[in-house]
């Protein structure tokens, strides 16, 4: 079994011990990963390439951009394990059409 769906079940266990899934609703999923796709953006968005590079080497922009990129995996795998979609074989289909729509440059 591959990381991706054993996070998808430890995140159906964590929200089955708490009685989450009555919340779990793809629309609410989708509007949970959005707002934390929002907290990602909000560490870096007024920082220059220069300060951001600089916070990443001195260590608390790291950890807070691990954080909020865990918020938003974390809503992602669980999204798309209620909806049945399989994250890895999406992305990798996804891939395969920009493949297409976006040749290289010969």
Same mark, same amino acid.
């Given at each position: 079994? #591959? +990381?991706? &769906?054993?996070?998808?079940?430890?995140? $159906?266990?964590?929200?089955? &011990?708490? #009685?989450?899934? $009555?919340?779990?609703?793809?629309?609410?999923?989708?509007?949970?990963? +959005?707002?934390? &796709?929002?907290?990602?953006?909000?560490?870096? $968005?007024?920082? +220059?390439?220069?300060?951001?590079?600089?916070?990443?080497? %001195?260590?608390?922009?790291? %950890?807070?951009?691990?954080?909020?990129?865990?918020?938003?995996?974390?809503?992602?795998?669980?999204?798309? #394990?209620?909806?049945?979609? #399989?994250?890895? %074989?999406?992305?990798? &289909?996804?891939?395969?059409?920009? %493949?297409?729509?976006?040749?290289?440059?010969?």
């Amino acid at each position: 079994m #591959d +990381s991706v &769906a054993r996070l998808g079940e430890r995140l $159906q266990e964590f929200a089955a &011990a708490r #009685d989450w899934e $009555q919340y779990h609703t793809p629309k609410n999923l989708a509007m949970a990963l +959005s707002g934390e &796709a929002g907290e990602l953006v909000a560490e870096l $968005q007024w920082l +220059s390439d220069d300060e951001t590079k600089a916070g990443l080497a %001195e260590g608390p922009l790291k %950890e807070r951009l691990a954080d909020e990129a865990a918020d938003v995996m974390l809503y992602l795998v669980r999204l798309t #394990d209620m909806c049945g979609i #399989d994250l890895i %074989e999406a992305a990798n &289909a996804k891939i395969e059409r920009n %493949e297409t729509r976006f040749p290289p440059k010969s």
